[in-house]
């Protein structure tokens, strides 16, 4: 049985939600620690016994988008199952991330700090990719590719490739531009497209 979060795990989550709010409203520059502390009804000294800098309180934020990012569910290369059912179930898990309104918020955040200061999200980034496990997508490729299933290629440019046709119809348009987020029916669409458009390029007529 799951013990209920401790009252420093619900502050310190508390202060995380009240701080991409205030990013999200004010920019990072436009936030200050005694908004975020006054957002999340904490006290000012609560918030630096978390995150001793408005900077390691951002990295958390990003850290919290990257653990979303790669919190999938293992779907393992079954040799004996369609390629096409696999990759499906594959693309529809990033799909209902990316409909999630929490991790927009985050990607929002990211991003426009990211596009202030691309230094930061370089270096912040790099620091977090290091020592991560490989993208599902990419190792669901390298096993395929291994068993002869998928044509000679460069599994990090074709996962690429498949991450691409996906946000480019439900992500980018939705962070960026504000347009709304896809049905049931275009998610489908894009998610089912997107798998044919790989297929007939990588799979092999066996």
Known sequence: M???PRLTDRKRESILKAALQEFLAQGFDGTSMDRIAASAEVSKRTVYNHFPSKDELFEAILRKLWECATAQVAIPYAPRKPLREQLSELLWQKMR????????????????????????????IARLDEGEREEAITAWIRAASADGKLKPLDADFAEHQLHALVKGAAFWPQLTMGAPALTQKQQAQVVEGAVEMFLRCYAKKL
């Open 2 to 4: 799951s013990r209920p």
């Open 97 to 124: 991330l990316m409909q999630d309104s929490g991790f927009m918020d985050l990607a929002r955040v990211a991003l426009s700090e990211g596009m202030r200061r691309p230094d930061r999200a370089r270096e912040l």
